[in-house]
């Protein structure tokens, strides 16, 4: 099983709240590909913070905690990875 390049995290300035913290202040979770986030709103090192598995963190709090640019442009590039297999 190879492990996709993305990314879910929270952007740098909030990466060390816990998952109450995180609701009640409503952080979203970007989705980070070589460090930049899909909607181009931030960009970190990836290496240094924890990531989220995004389909378990939709299933427990959906989609309104997840950045909505990044989840669409995501949701396409999974689509065509596994099109064009
Ligand atoms: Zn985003």
Known sequence: MTKNKFNWQLPT?????????????????????DNKSLCDKHSQDTRYFEDYNIDEFLNEHGEGY????????????????????
């Open 13 to 33: 300035h909030q990466s060390n709240l816990t998952n109450n913290d995180y609701i009640r202040y409503n952080a979203k979770l970007h989705c980070y590909e």
């Open 66 to 85: 997840v950045c909505k640019s990044c989840l669409t442009r995501y949701r396409k590039l999974i689509e065509n990875k596994s099109k064009s297999r």
